[in-house]
T-cell receptor
């Protein structure tokens, strides 16, 4: 158990809908990262937050947004969902931000868009 | 551009065999970190090792060992005396640190199956 929690574990929804994925980092960790794992794209970095501020963006679609709250939990919002958004979404956390910070991953949320 | 290549898509061996998973990376940074993660069938990503670009010493942890060679931009992972529980997808990753942010760039993963 990494100490990172994600809810829900599974989510099934329809095209065009909007969903929110939630992540609680390990106690004391200030950085939160979101990744998408799909069969065709592999594991891709989406976005990073550090102590409430956005720090880096990767291959995140404009239909997706995220935020980190004062209690350091984070939410990833996915809107106007398409079939291709079906994937495993991971949240990770690290103590700070930097080369040497290990990222600890949560169990993931499996999103299925029908 | 940062890139990680794991050329072996799938490997299947019989239990107790040794197996090496290859990882080749590309980066123009002089300071970087390399990682290996394990993804068992249950789906979570488990951290295995971190190695910085200035430390080329090989590392051994039980049945696991890692060989880092900057000259060939490789960071290979060997499992000795493999066990069925080692069956998983293994990912090699490169940490890119830019403007105060860290990103992990992952390889495509190698699916390892250990047969009894």
């Amino acid at each position: 158990d990494s100490g990172v929690t994600q809810t829900p574990k599974h989510l099934i929804t329809a095209t065009g809908q909007r969903v929110t994925l939630r992540c609680s980092p390990r106690s004391g960790d200030l950085s939160v990262y979101w990744y998408q794992q799909s069969l065709d794209q592999g594991l891709q970095f989406l976005i990073q937050y550090y102590n409430g501020e956005e720090r880096a963006k990767g291959n995140i679609l404009e239909r997706f947004s995220a935020q980190q709250f004062p209690d350091l939990h984070s939410e990833l919002n996915l809107s106007s969902l398409e079939l291709g958004d079906s994937a495993l979404y991971f949240c990770a956390s690290s103590l700070r931000t930097g080369y040497d910070n290990e990222q600890f991953f949560g169990p993931g949320t499996r999103l299925t868009v029908l | 551009a940062q890139k990680v290549t794991q050329a072996q898509t799938e490997i299947s061996v019989v239990e107790k065999e040794d197996v090496t998973l290859d990882c080749v990376y590309e980066t123009r940074d002089t300071t970087y970190y390399l990682f290996w993660y394990k993804q068992p069938p249950s789906g979570e990503l488990v951290f295995l090792i971190r190695r910085n670009s200035f430390d080329e010493q090989n590392e051994i942890s039980g049945r696991y060992s890692w060989n880092f060679q900057k000259s060939t931009s490789s960071f290979n992972f060997t499992i000795t005396a493999s066990q069925v529980v080692d069956s998983a997808v293994y990912f090699c990753a490169l940490a890119n640190f830019y403007q105060g942010a860290q990103k992990l760039v992952f390889g495509q993963g190698t699916r390892l199956t250990i047969n009894p």
